[in-house]
């Protein structure tokens, strides 16, 4: 069953940036689109942006559209998403999750079937 895992997850100041990174063991990672979830305290998990399985499309979140970038290596099976301008509301446990079905594009939480464990962003003001 494939896995996978965050990094990349900390403190930051408001205004500055993070790479998060998202590492897979499956061996046909690269026929999945991949995306990133993030989940604040007493809130719901929210899409905050996905990639597709080659990597040359890619849609986000309304509140990180121009200030996130997800994008993907196949050879090293990892997807990353590089977060610029930082703010305080971006804090939350972020996950990244592979979509249930090949070749196949979403953003809701209900169509990816795996999920990492999740890493902590906390950005102060």
């Known amino acids: 069953q494939e896995q996978l895992v965050e990094s990349g997850g900390g403190l930051v100041q408001a205004g500055g940036s993070m790479r998060l990174s998202c590492s897979a063991s499956?061996?046909?990672?690269?026929?999945?689109?991949v995306g990133w979830f993030r989940q604040a305290p007493g809130k719901e998990r929210e899409f905050v942006a996905a990639?597709?399985?080659?990597?040359?499309?890619?849609n986000y979140a309304d509140s990180v559209k121009g200030r996130f970038t997800i994008s993907r290596d196949n050879a090293k099976n990892t997807v990353y998403l590089q977060m610029d301008s930082l703010k305080p509301e971006d804090t939350a446990v972020y996950y990244c999750?592979?979509?249930?079905?090949?070749?196949?594009?979403?953003?809701?939480?209900?169509?990816?079937?795996?999920w990492g464990q999740g890493t902590q962003v906390t950005v102060s003001s």
């Open positions: 990639v597709n399985w080659r990597g040359g499309s890619a």
């Open positions: 499956g061996r046909a990672f690269s026929t999945y689109t």
């Open positions: 999750a592979r979509h249930m079905y090949s070749y196949r594009v979403g953003d809701v939480p209900a169509d990816f079937g795996s």
